[in-house]
């Protein structure tokens, strides 16, 4: 069945009109390219009205995304591949490069080879070419990366290897973190982690005695114990020293899929397009002018939701209409039965967007059976096309919407001719809008927006933590 026919059928099967916005749901991939991402954001939070959209980018690195927004308020990375080239110092927290990102490695070889060599620090507990190849190499036990990074901390404030001006001027919380840091000296660093006290202080010296210095953070960190809170300690040391916003220092809160970063960029997850914060009410004002909506169409009247508690309202039956985007759940959630089992829900309007005959497509929404509640979208996996991806060089690569508003293998075009609804409606007027409001939306808010998740927590800046493991110290950067 051609692309348009499925997506009438869509809208003459299931209008939001008569079901309302919570009824939908989209789980997105981290497989598209920008403007479908952007194309999915927009029917979902400009057209419907949901907040019921998330990732498979929940499934391994949502870590990043909540360390970035703690301290930022933003979910976009303060830092760029082109930061290597010019760094005197790369420091790798649960990241082997040389496995996972091998064009980037044979970069950092370069470096490390040349006139102008970078000192290398792993953090890892597994011997690496990375750990190898590192002038220092922290192994520290499972589970104790943040008792790490706060002994790090530590020496930095101890050595007065820290930034009094940019601290005072740009950021906030630092009292509290020094007070919980201070309790992780080098040596009680060592036997929580098991790693010896003198390389702590080794790298805490080469962290805080140069002038440019990079840290990457992967899976090491972010499939772990406290992940979150040990990625904001790494974003703590940056801000420590000042750290960001100049050539050769920044932070890469790295991604696992080759354009998770895109879907967050567009709000094809529980974000809103731009890095625009959801709890801002002026990003949300802005956004619905450039969209033409009105602003309480816009979801930002409660937490997005996570993908699975999408699948938890499936099973329970007050979403009935699911739209998943170059994933296959059936294959790759947790408790494969129970997904199973919500997926082959009869109440279930699916529809699955997919280039490959992936089980979930094949299984519970296949081409050739015709179920009146089932919509495989045919998607081919060869194309012509001019669509983009954002790299963390921050450049995109093609053509966006250089003349009006092109979509993706015409998905919105049926919805939108289809005036009867309110998404077609929404999206009749969006369609029109031309390429500069698209643009616009997508285009980073200028400067760092806090939110009160970005703040010391309570009186003391003590967080509640599980037995074993350590304290961490909120510092956030400011709007000034």
């Keep these: 069945m051609p692309c348009s026919r499925c997506l009438s059928r869509v809208v003459r099967m299931h209008g939001v009109d008569s079901k309302g916005p919570l009824s939908h749901g989209f789980y997105t991939s981290g497989q598209l390219m920008l403007e479908e991402y952007y194309t999915l954001s927009v029917i979902g939070k400009a057209g419907i009205g949901t907040p019921h959209m998330d990732g498979n980018t929940r499934l391994c690195t949502a870590t990043a995304a909540a360390a970035l927004k703690e301290s930022f308020g933003a979910d976009g990375q303060p830092g760029s591949y082109a930061d290597l080239d010019f760094c005197e110092v790369l420091f790798c927290f649960g990241h082997n490069v040389a496995a996972t990102q091998t064009v980037l490695w044979s970069r950092i070889l370069d470096r490390l080879a040349g006139p102008d060599s970078l000192r290398l620090v792993a953090v890892d507990p597994r011997l690496t070419p990375v750990a ?284 939108a001719a289809a005036g009867h609804c309110r998404l077609g409606k929404h999206l009749k007027v969006l369609s029109t809008l031309g390429g500069n409001a698209h643009r616009a939306a997508l285009v980073t808010t200028r400067g760092w927006v806090t939110t009160s998740s970005a703040m010391v927590r309570g009186s003391n800046g003590r967080a509640t933590m599980p037995p074993r493991t350590a304290q961490i110290g909120f510092m956030s950067i400011t709007t000034s």
Excluded at 309 to 324: D, K, P, T
């Design 132 to 415: 190898k190849a590192a002038e220092v190499h922290l192994a520290p036990r499972s589970g104790t990366n943040l008792a790490m990074v706060n002994g790090l901390l530590q020496q930095l404030i101890a050595n007065d290897w820290i930034d009094h001006v940019y601290i005072g001027e740009h950021t906030r919380g630092f009292e509290a973190l020094a007070s919980i840091v201070a309790n992780y000296p080098p040596r009680r660093v060592a036997e929580i982690c098991g790693v010896e006290a003198r390389d702590v202080e080794a790298a805490a010296e080469i962290f805080g005695t140069s002038s440019a210095a990079v840290s990457t953070v992967l899976q090491g960190f972010y499939q772990s114990q406290q992940a979150t809170a040990a990625s904001v300690a790494v974003n703590n040391m940056h801000l420590l020293r000042g750290m960001l916003g100049r050539r050769g220092a920044g932070i890469l809160q790295m991604n696992g899929q080759p354009t998770a970063q895109n879907n967050r960029e567009t709000g094809a997850d529980g974000d809103l397009p731009g890095f625009r914060n959801w709890q801002n009410e002026h990003h949300v004002a802005a956004l619905a002018e450039l969209w033409n909506v009105d602003p309480i169409v816009i979801p930002d009247w409660a937490e997005p939701t996570h993908a699975m508690q999408i699948f938890r309202y499936v099973e329970q039956g007050s979403l009935n209409f699911l739209w998943i985007a170059g994933t296959s759940p059936a294959v790759s959630l947790p408790e494969l039965s129970r997904i199973r089992k919500i997926l082959g829900k009869e109440a279930l309007f699916l529809m699955v967007s997919d280039g490959n005959l992936t089980e979930t497509k094949m299984s519970y929404c296949p081409p050739h059976r015709g179920a009146r509640r089932r919509v495989p979208i045919p998607i081919p996996t060869v194309r012509s096309i001019s669509q983009s991806a954002q790299s963390l060089r921050q450049a995109r690569r093609g053509a966006i919407w250089t003349s009006g508003w092109t979509t993706p293998a015409g998905w919105v075009s049926p919805i």
